[in-house]
């Protein structure tokens, strides 16, 4: 199989993509790009890397930098625990190991919010240490490569993945490796529709493409329907001010900034529609009824009254309320 990692580096070399954590792949910037791709797309991230890494440019200024502003950073992203836990790590790491990033796997998953793949990443990535990152990319390929019978979102199938991958990893180039697989996972070996097999190095090993049935694999399991709640979100203006509340410390979106809202009751009485929208979390499909509301009625009470440039410049708002801006301008009186 030496030939198989020869084929692979080799067009990767020829074909690797520049993004910019690759391309300056300090600790800290693999650590960040690597968090934020968690469920995220590569290039809805290019923008929120440049912005934080802007604000926020080394560990110790993540690990002093107040809570709101990080929120803030990360508005849009979802899953704001990543940014949480990153800030709880850059202080960890602040006290612990005099500022710089471990470079073991074992005490990169000491750090809060890294798990098994970003400690596997940055090792390999920023270290070149010989370490396997396997996501959904590599079962994905391990699965058509040998026609695995695994379903693909079981530890089997991770563990089936490694196996095979690890003792393929070039002890000088593990980082380029693992970002070879990465890509073709991205770019050619396609998680929905046929794959672009005339365009992929391990075609020559793979099962499934010599037996055309690359559609067939990997096994996935029948999704779940997700839960639905409906709720009733109020925009309540008063003086050119907008009420919003923080949410809990804990739960869904847990600490951010929200508008008075109620879950499954119906509107409130005399509120004013406005229109419709819905959101997908991972478990949950929230459809919202937006309403313009008294800003005398018990909804407002607790709340915090900002205009709507600080709504857009200091609070973090989870994208599950962004249709604010439908109508949030012309009710405040003018805002762009």
């Not at 003792?167 to 073709?184: K, T, V």
């Not at 050619?188 to 075609?203: D, T, V």
């Not at 839960?227 to 925009?235: I, M, Q, S």
């Not at 609070?315 to 762009?336: D, Q």
Request: aromatic share 12%; hydrophobic share 35%.
């Amino acid at each position: 199989m030496i030939r198989f990692t020869e084929a692979l580096i080799q067009d990767y070399q020829k074909k690797k993509r520049s993004l910019p954590w690759r391309d300056d792949p300090t600790p800290y910037h693999v650590w960040l790009s690597e968090t934020m791709l968690q469920q995220t797309r590569i290039e809805a991230v290019k923008g929120y890397y440049a912005r934080f890494l802007s604000t926020l440019p080394t560990i110790q200024s993540l690990a002093e930098a107040d809570e709101d502003l990080c929120l803030k950073l990360w508005e849009g992203l979802g899953y704001y625990s990543r940014v949480r836990n990153m800030q709880k790590a850059a202080k960890m790491v602040m006290e612990d190991y005099r500022g710089e990033l471990p470079d073991s796997v074992a005490e990169l998953r000491k750090l809060p919010g890294v798990g098994e793949y970003t400690a596997n990443a940055i090792a390999a990535f920023a270290f070149q240490k010989k370490a396997l990152a396997v996501d959904g990319n590599l079962i994905r390929l391990y699965a058509r490569l040998e026609e695995s019978p695994l379903e693909a979102k079981t530890p089997q199938a991770k563990a089936a993945a490694y196996s095979y991958f690890f003792p393929l990893i070039p002890e000088e180039r593990p980082g380029d490796f693992n970002q070879a697989l990465m890509d073709i996972g991205e770019t050619i070996c396609l998680p929905h529709g046929k794959p672009l097999c005339s365009e992929c190095p391990l075609a020559p090993w793979c099962k499934a493409h010599r037996e055309g049935k690359e559609e067939e694999f990997p096994i996935l399991a029948k999704p779940k329907e997700k839960k639905r709640e409906d709720v009733f979100v109020y925009l309540l203006v008063k003086e050119g001010k907008v009420a919003i509340r923080k949410r809990p410390s804990s739960g869904l979106l847990a600490g951010l900034y929200e508008f008075p809202n109620e879950v499954g009751v119906g509107p409130q009485e005399g509120a004013k529609s406005l229109g419709k929208s819905s959101h997908l979390f991972s478990h949950l499909r929230w459809e919202i009824h937006w309403y313009e509301g008294d800003p005398s009625s018990s909804l407002a009470e607790g709340c915090l009254w900002v205009s709507y440039e600080e709504l857009e410049s200091k609070y973090s708002l989870p994208s599950a309320f962004s249709a604010y801006k439908k109508w949030l301008p012309s009710l405040v009186g003018g805002a762009e």
